[in-house]
């Protein structure tokens, strides 16, 4: 056992944590299956890369910050307009996002903007890319307190290194000239080289109306419109569409 313990200590010395964690039951298996030396350290460097990806996953999920977890698979795409198969597949390529292109996603609300944001997210980090989500504002109230506030650090400088950024809600946006002034600087500093994924309810043509002063926020839609697709998604209120109910299909007896 003291062979078994210093092994497991050297395995933590060299970060093979799934090796140190499951070693008994390894060596178990492979007394057992009479594997050879050469069929035990391939099952250990096997199972060490799919630990080593799972535990990479996990620490930029939590770096996303996203809200929830939503993947393209869950997506109703049948039950859109705007969106086909196979632009949905050249999405979850990213190319587009080596070219620093920007997304924009239209609609009313429940269509499943965020949705599609948030699984296009997931696809990104899976293949390695730096994702960070933001409500629109989220981002503001972060903008305005970066100065003073630890938390609002760390996101804006979130925003500033992800590969994708998520903005979700343009709804929001800021009417003040000192927000848009920071956003516009924000934007500036992201143009191509990052790419933005933006969700949005209203069509561009009337974001200059979102605030006081249109010639600022024209020239911020500008620099996020230059270089990106605009996807307008129609249909009805998913969460409308599939809503669950207390009571199923029983009605209540008095």
């Not at 965020?114 to 997210?121: D, E, F, I, S």
């Not at 994702?131 to 630890?150: C, G, I, P, Q």
């Amino acid at each position: 056992m003291d062979t078994i313990k210093t092994m497991q200590e050297q395995c933590g010395q060299l970060k093979l944590l799934s090796t140190r964690d499951q070693l008994v039951d390894i060596l178990r298996q492979a007394q057992k299956a009479s594997w050879t030396h050469a069929e035990l350290l391939e099952y250990i460097l096997k199972a060490e890369v799919i630990d080593l990806e799972d535990r990479r996953l996990r620490r930029h999920l939590t770096w996303a910050q996203f809200p929830y977890i939503k993947s393209l698979e869950d997506f109703k795409l049948g039950e859109l307009t705007g969106i086909s198969d196979r632009q949905l597949k050249e999405l979850s390529e990213f190319h587009w996002v080596h070219d620093a292109y920007n997304l924009i996603l239209l609609g009313p609300p429940g269509v499943g903007k965020t949705h599609l944001a948030l699984g296009l997210g997931l696809v990104g980090i899976q293949k390695g890319l730096k994702v960070y989500y933001t409500t629109m504002n989220s981002l503001l109230d972060a903008l305005k307190t970066e100065e003073f506030m630890r938390k609002s650090q760390i996101k804006i400088s979130r925003v500033r290194k992800a590969d994708v950024v998520i903005i979700d809600d343009l709804m929001y946006f800021g009417a003040s000239a000192r927000e848009q002034t920071m956003f516009f600087h924000l934007i500036h500093d992201l143009y191509e080289i990052s790419a933005i994924i933006l969700t949005s309810n209203r069509s561009p043509e009337l974001w200059s109306t979102l605030a006081d002063d249109p010639a600022t926020t024209t020239a911020i839609f500008d620099r996020l419109l230059h270089r990106s697709e605009v996807i307008k998604m129609d249909g009805d209120s998913f969460r409308m569409k599939h809503q669950e109910t207390i009571f199923k299909e029983e009605s209540v007896k008095t």
